[in-house]
């Protein structure tokens, strides 16, 4: 299936989810980018000098890693790893982002902006933008901003103004709200670098097509490594952009299945989490500029979300995940905050490797599900990004006394420093 | 009556009619209609109540907080309709829906449009929604004799506006700049330069809106729009000086 070959008259919808719901101001604005995007994909040398700019600067291919410790220790599945995190900047954020900076050269804008929930698309985004020389503005949640200080810092440092957002719920959603706000006054010379693939056409399908880069390597590694496709492929979503990314690389393989990895915060029937299309608490609506399933209560208002990875705890999802799992063409399951702290410290200690929160919640729906599955099965897990930037929480998250006692110990200097 | 011969019939007597704007439920649903009985008095024409929604992305500041915290005090749809058949009934001025599409599409938009119709109102306002994704909605509109209102703005392109003009019906809302609402524009030759734009593309009255704010803005307009549309300029003046203040405000303007 190619999810991409509209109907007519029904471009940027995946069954009815999707479309454009934008302010009239913006309908040039969208159009433009439309057509440079249609330019770009017709175009063989663009994704060339995509791939060629993710090699040099990013070091992708980024490989794919067996986990014969945690393999034996579940007993089960083979378990293999996508190594997104090996990414510069820490995650597969910057696939999109270059992706874009390039579209943005071709639009001749000079300046952008991004939303960012964990900061590790604005983390990306600036550091784009200090390579391609634009002018950056981050938009983030108060929220996240008290919560992810060192993606803050390195933004900043990197040359970006970022903005704590101090409307709504003060995270994501409420970004991209204010991007949108920005966008509409600025557009002329800004181009909105869009995180995840939501929002507005041609966003979703963009966004995916950069991500796209993670399944076509996969694949191919895989099969080299194995000899054979996996049986499972998780991946986390927040969005929906690093799981649609790997996806795509198997959408037509039938025995391949795709499990879809959202937050299940507090649990099913708490009201604190960001779970989609797991859990029944979602329903159809419009906002941020698409069709989807939304978090929202029965007046269309949208609801509190909550999760331990600040990069899915979101309201909404890709368009297309909401089309694909009404298809059955992905299953989609949810990992608690208290599931995945304990996954973590299982997965730092048997395979030495530190995946980021958001990250962490595939892992922990492959975890429960490798026993189960035959030893000559293989599953293969998207690590999307790296654990480092989440420092905080994860000391937080394992109590561990040692940090505690160091972060004091380091207020105490500053306190002296200043007086 | 259809929006659009209400407006031309009041035009007989006033140059240029004054639509005003009111965030349902903020402060309250008492000084919502304490607003509404000033701005009857001081004449005006038309008013869009807004029906408040959790991600106002088109708004500013102003009205994203009014709307925030008239959710916050839990303002309800129904409430809202309640809101709107009281003022439908107890006022001259026309009464127009202004919210954004998800307030819609969650209700269904067969029954939106019979509840609107049922309150009085006459015409809908719905920034997020573009014509391409509206056609059902307007061609149901229109069978009942309510009126779409559709936005033309300074980035429309004039093969765009010939969409936009052939989608009107009631009243265009002319944008006055770019950005959100909320903040002053120059209402100047630029402003009548658009509006003379659009008047090619369409038979229906102008309103125009985006940060008009006083009697010299309203100056500028007289002979090419129809409607001045005023919004945070009123809501700022009821935060900052109250009932007094917003009736000394709409009388500075005539
Ligand atoms: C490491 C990592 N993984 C996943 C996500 C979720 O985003 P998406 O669903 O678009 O991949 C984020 C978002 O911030 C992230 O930082």
Redesign the interface.
């Known amino acids: 299936m190619d999810i991409f070959d509209f109907s007519s008259g029904r471009e940027g919808y995946y069954g009815q989810y999707g479309g454009v719901f934008l302010p009239e101001v913006l309908h040039n604005t969208i159009e433009e980018l439309l057509h440079c995007f249609r330019e770009c994909k017709e175009d063989p040398d663009f994704w060339r000098e995509y791939v060629r700019l993710l090699q040099n600067y990013s070091g992708r291919p980024t490989p794919v890693t067996h986990l014969p410790n945690l393999s034996s220790h579940l007993g089960g599945a083979q378990i293999y790893v996508k190594r997104d995190d090996l990414n510069h900047t820490g995650s597969h954020k910057i696939n999109n982002v270059m992706g874009q900076g390039l579209l943005c050269q071709r639009l001749g804008k000079k300046k952008v902006i991004a939303e960012t929930g964990a900061g590790q698309h604005g983390y990306a985004t600036a550091t784009m933008a200090a390579r391609f020389g634009f002018d950056c503005k981050i938009y983030m949640g108060a929220v996240d901003v008290a919560r992810q200080r060192p993606n803050v810092f390195w933004m900043e440092n990197l040359g970006a103004e970022v903005i704590a957002v101090q409307d709504g719920q003060k995270t994501l959603k409420d970004a991209i709200n204010e991007c949108m706000r920005d966008w509409v006054l600025n557009m002329t010379d800004t181009h909105y670098v869009l995180g995840t693939a939501c929002g507005p056409h041609p966003f979703p399908e963009m966004v995916s097509w950069f991500q796209s880069i993670i399944g076509i390597e996969a694949r191919e590694q895989i099969l080299a490594l194995v000899g054979k496709l996996p049986d499972r492929i998780y991946a986390c979503v927040g969005g929906g952009s690093n799981a649609i990314g790997i996806f795509q690389g198997f959408l037509n393989d039938e025995n391949v299945e795709l499990v879809g990895c959202e937050a299940g915060g507090l649990g099913v029937g708490s009201n604190m989490h960001a779970a989609r299309l797991a859990y029944n608490d979602a329903s159809v609506g419009v906002a941020q500029g698409y069709k989807t399933y939304f978090l929202q209560n029965q007046q269309g208002n949208m609801l509190e979300t909550h999760s331990i990875a600040a990069g899915l705890d979101y309201i909404g999802i890709n368009p297309i995940f909401s089309y694909l799992w009404e298809q059955d063409k992905v299953r989609f399951e949810a990992a608690t905050d208290l599931e995945v702290k304990e996954a973590l410290r299982l997965i730092m200690r048997m395979e030495g490797l530190i995946p980021a929160l958001e990250t962490t919640h595939a892992f922990a729906s492959a975890i429960k599900e490798a026993p189960t599955m035959a030893a000559d099965q293989i599953i293969l897990i998207n690590q999307s990004g790296r654990g480092d930037k989440d420092i905080f929480m994860i000391a937080d998250a394992l109590d561990d006394q040692q940090w505690k006692s160091f972060i004091k110990d380091k207020a105490t200097q500053y306190r002296l420093e200043e007086n | 009556m259809e929006l659009a011969t209400y407006i031309r019939e009041r035009r007989q007597e006033k140059e240029l009619l004054i639509m005003a704007h009111v965030v349902c439920g903020y402060p309250s649903f008492e000084e919502n209609m304490q607003a509404l009985e000033i701005m009857e008095q001081a004449g005006v024409d038309l008013v869009e109540l807004q029906f ?7 708004d ?1 500041p102003i009205f ?2 009014a709307n ?1 915290e008239s ?1 916050k005090s839990g303002t ?2 129904d409430q809202c309709f309640d809101f709107m058949r009281a003022v439908t009934s107890r006022f001259t001025f026309k009464v127009l829906m202004m919210g ?4 819609v ?3 269904g938009e067969k029954d939106f449009l019979e509840r609107l119709s049922a309150a009085g109102g006459v015409a809908f306002i719905l ?4 014509i ?2 509206s056609v059902m909605l307007r061609k149901t509109a229109l069978s009942r004799g309510i009126d779409p209102i ?8 004039e093969k ?1 506006l010939s969409e ?1 003009g052939a989608a009107s019906s009631g009243m265009v809302y002319v ?1 006055a700049r ?3 609402t909320g903040t002053k524009s120059n209402i100047d030759a630029e402003v009548v330069a658009l509006l003379q734009r659009c008047r090619m593309h369409t038979d229906v009255p102008l309103g125009l809106g985006f940060g008009i704010s006083n009697r010299d803005d309203l100056q500028v307009l007289r002979g090419t729009a129809d409607v001045a549309i005023i919004g945070t300029a009123a809501l700022k003046t009821w935060q900052n000086a109250g009932p007094f203040g917003l009736r000394d405000f709409f009388h500075a303007l005539s």
């Open positions: 408040p929604f959790s991600e106002p992305s088109a500013g994203v907080r925030e959710l309800t749809i954004y599409y998800n307030t599409f969650k209700m920034p997020d929604l573009p391409a994704e559709i936005f033309m703005t300074p980035t429309s392109s765009r936009l944008v770019k950005g959100v």
